[in-house]
């Protein structure tokens, strides 16, 4: 495609929005009546116009809309509940894990490499289970197949 084509076919765009100025009209014009493929596609795309601007939206059923709303409610309340159970798991298993830690770092009878071992594996273990989750979360995050259905 030539420069001038490419021109013509720009203001095709801008004719079709109503956009173009009185100059690039004329020569828009001259340009169709000198071309009759160009003269065609026109015609096609005004066609497609006001196709298109007649075109509506049917309106669905009110059972669809009732399905709806309810499937947004289920997915909204669903959504809430799993916050507020992990919330409260987080809550109950970092108390319990203080509380332990906590009971062993008090009993003497357990050695003190024993106690740092212990203290190493469940520090370790927390930081692992914070970057995992953080990694998932980022990748779900951006992740383009979300919505993809296998």
């Not at 799993?82 to 409260?88: E, Q």
């Not at 071992?117 to 930081?127: D, E, P, R």
Request: overall charge neutral.
């Amino acid at each position: 495609m030539n420069s001038q084509e490419e021109q013509v076919r720009l203001w095709m765009m801008a004719a079709l929005d109503d956009e173009i100025s009185v100059e690039d009209r004329r020569s828009f014009e001259a340009a169709l009546a000198a071309d009759a493929d160009l003269k065609h596609e026109w015609t096609r795309l005004c066609q497609v116009k006001e196709v298109t601007k007649s075109m509506r939206y049917r309106r669905p059923p009110e059972e669809i809309w009732d399905r709806y709303w309810l499937s947004i409610y289920n997915r909204f309340e669903r959504g809430i509940a799993w916050i507020l159970v992990s919330i409260g798991a987080v809550v109950t298993t970092g108390y319990g894990l203080w509380y332990t830690m906590g009971e062993i770092w008090r009993d003497s009878e357990i050695a003190l490499p024993l106690r740092l071992a212990i203290f190493a594996l469940v520090l370790g273990g927390a930081v692992l289970l914070i970057s995992v989750c953080r990694e998932k979360f980022r990748l779900w995050r951006k992740d383009p197949y979300r919505e993809v259905t296998r």
